[in-house]
């Protein structure tokens, strides 16, 4: 199996990180293939070129994202990594799926509208907040946030949404022994989920 791990955090050393890094490691446990794709660490541009955006003139990704998509093309899994911000996900992650997801590698154009070109496909999410979830559900940010990027993104592409693990109440100061409890969350999943 091969998993393309989507992480989205400024900080290389934060706990997103470091989650993502248990996922990884969990994987690779069990021989599967991994590639890591940290947004932050390679500059990627999540600005949508306007030469990517269909038109009747057509439309054409740019190299960087061509790339990308070369990258993560054969993946059987997309596992997103992210601190919710103002109970979304960073910019940057919005930019990615804007431009490595959109017309031509999520998503064609079919009869009857837009076609999805990842079916098959396995999607799942880690997320993590300083506000508790139940905070999260009781002001809606939880449901907006579940519709807008997991639901509607793997409709759009035709992936299936395996889960989403949310960590909570995440500060600075956590301890490495609750840490180390999500991570074997996050490797557990790795091995039950997939």
Not at 11 to 27: C, E, G, P, R, V
Not at 62 to 75: C, K, L, P
Not at 112 to 135: H, K
Not at 152 to 166: E, K, L, Q
Request: charged share 25%; net charge negative; hydrophobic share 40%.
């Amino acid at each position: 199996m091969r998993h393309a791990v989507i992480l989205a955090h400024p900080n290389a050393h934060s706990f997103t990180s470091h989650m993502a890094q248990a996922y990884t490691h969990a994987a690779h446990a069990k021989h599967d293939t991994v590639f890591v794709r940290d947004l932050y660490r390679m500059g990627f541009d999540p600005c949508l070129k306007e030469g990517e955006v269909p038109s009747p003139s057509g439309f054409a990704p740019a190299e960087d994202a061509r790339a990308e998509r070369e990258m993560v093309s054969d993946a059987d899994v997309f596992a997103f990594f992210y601190p919710l911000w103002f109970n979304a996900q960073p910019a940057i992650l919005k930019g990615y799926i804007d431009r490595v997801f959109g017309m031509g590698f999520g998503y064609g154009m079919g009869e009857g509208g837009n076609e999805p070109l990842l079916r098959g496909r396995r999607m799942i999410s880690f997320t993590s907040s300083g506000a508790p979830q139940r905070w999260l559900k009781e002001t809606g940010g939880w449901d907006a946030m579940r519709k807008l990027f997991d639901e509607h993104v793997a409709s759009v592409c035709g992936m299936t949404v395996v889960d989403h693990i949310h960590f909570d109440s995440i500060v600075p100061g956590i301890t490495d022994e609750a840490v180390e409890d999500c991570a074997e969350q996050v490797r557990e999943a790795v091995r039950t989920r997939f």
